[in-house]
């Protein structure tokens, strides 16, 4: 299940980052998938990227997120390393392995209960960065705007 910019805007104004319409709408915004299995996570990420200008997507597994690659793959991927059924290691590895997404930068969300070595096989995998929860949007923002200028 997949939820698009549909309904950013109320919820961007809720949390009271709202900045209007972006005057720039005529340029392609940037395309993010977030993949992850905690639902206020991917609600706080998503209405974050989206005030910054980001066309976010959000699934809540890496069966899901695949497909939606598949379908229209965008140009950042945020997952987390910890999610039911694939784990994030092997979604980042099989991304990575395939010719037409192995471009796609990757950041992959890590926790406390991340281990080094999980970190490391992420990075071996192919991730381009890491971020460990909790979320400082700030920090999260500037390595997202990072990922996508490189």
Known sequence: MS??????????????CWKGPNKNSVAKKPRILVVGDLPSNLKLIRVLLSSEGYSVSTTVDAE????????EPPE?????????????????RGLKL???????PILAVT????????????????CDSTYMRPINTRTLKNIIAKLLNK
């Open 111 to 126: 926790s406390s209960d991340t281990t080094a070595e999980e970190t490391k096989l992420a990075k071996l995998a192919g």
């Open 64 to 71: 899901d997120a695949l497909l939606a690659v598949m379908d």
């Open 76 to 92: 950042l991927i945020v997952t987390y390393l910890h999610m039911p059924g694939m784990e994030g290691v092997a979604f980042i």
């Open 3 to 16: 939820k698009t910019d549909s309904s950013v805007e109320e919820d961007t104004k809720r949390f009271g």
């Open 98 to 104: 395939n010719k037409s997404t192995s471009h796609i």
